[in-house]
């Protein structure tokens, strides 16, 4: 049973980052990518790796 709810705590942030991820690639169909660029806070190289390119 322990293992069972040790992989409950992993698949939590997994899904979140899946959704990211897909709204990230959905805003990026949208709009100029240089706008996701702009407005992204973080490293852009951490972007470009989520959007897929």
């Known amino acids: 049973m322990r293992d ?3 992989g ?4 939590g942030p997994l ?3 899946v959704v990211v991820a897909l709204a ?3 805003a990026a ?3 100029p990518r240089q ?4 407005a ?3 490293e852009p190289r951490l972007l ?3 959007l897929g390119r």
């Open 40 to 42: 992204w806070p973080g």
């Open 15 to 17: 899904d979140d980052l």
């Open 8 to 11: 409950l705590a992993v698949i």
């Open 24 to 26: 990230l690639r959905y």
């Open 48 to 50: 470009l790796r989520l």
């Open 4 to 6: 069972w709810l040790i």
């Open 35 to 38: 706008v996701l660029l702009d």
């Open 29 to 31: 169909r949208q709009m």
